[in-house]
Structure formats: C-alpha cells, structure tokens
C-alpha cells in the first residue's frame, strides 16, 4: 500500500513497531524525503516535509528489513491487509526457484516425447 504522506518534522526512512510475537510488526518505509515550505492563502508559512511512503505488518525483524530494503519496498507496496509474508524471497531464492520449476519442465516435455516415441512404434 503506497501513498505520499505528510510530515511536520523529518521522519525516519524506516519506523518499525515491535510486537514480539503477540502480533505482526508494523512497518512504514520512506523514500523520496522532501523538506519544503507551505504558504496557504491565509496564515502563516509553514515547513513540511513530504514522502513516498509504504505500510505493511510482518513477521520479520527490523534487521531484515534493513538489510534488503529493496524487496521490502516492494511487498509493501503491494500488501494488502490481513496477508501472511512468509512468501518473501530474496532474488536468489527467486532464481533458484525459476530454474528448478524450468527444469522440471524439461524432464516433463522429455517424458512426453518418450511416449509419443513408444506409442508411434
């Protein structure tokens, strides 16, 4: 779920709330941090800082999150409440994953052709 949000002071890139288990941790991730000011119409300028923003809850610990920034970005911005995260991989997961349903695949496409052998004999 990514949305741009609004802020009166600088916020951190990433906020985690920590739930120990009782519940899933609560995550928000920030890019794009952008410091400007506001003059409305009537009042007072003002600054306020805007963000690019992504919320999701998970079962993984901040140093996770940290450390591979990029694929939770990405989750986050498509977690829909109430969905489970056990199905984050990392790219050499994703990879190794590809490759091993591709081969078996293969052996599936040289077992077809085996029978077609033995029934056109």
């Known amino acids: 779920m990514r949305q741009e949000t609004h802020f009166t002071e600088k916020p951190k890139e990433i906020y985690f709330e920590n739930f120990s288990g ?67 991989m990392d790219n050499k997961e994703l990879t190794e994953g590809f490759n091993s349903l591709q081969s078996g695949q293969l052996d599936l496409y040289d077992a077809i052709a085996s029978l077609y052998e033995t029934a056109s004999l």
Do not use: C
Not at 30 to 43: A, D, F, H, M, S
Not at 57 to 84: M, R
């Open 22 to 88: 009782t519940a899933p941790n609560k995550v928000w991730m920030r890019r794009n941090i952008k410091k400007q000011t506001v003059t409305p119409e009537e009042g007072d300028a003002y600054t306020e800082y805007t963000a690019d923003e992504v919320y999701f809850e998970t079962s993984h610990s901040l140093d996770e999150v940290q450390a591979d920034k990029d694929t939770y970005w990405s989750y986050g911005e498509t977690w829909q409440p109430g969905v489970q995260d056990e199905g984050i």
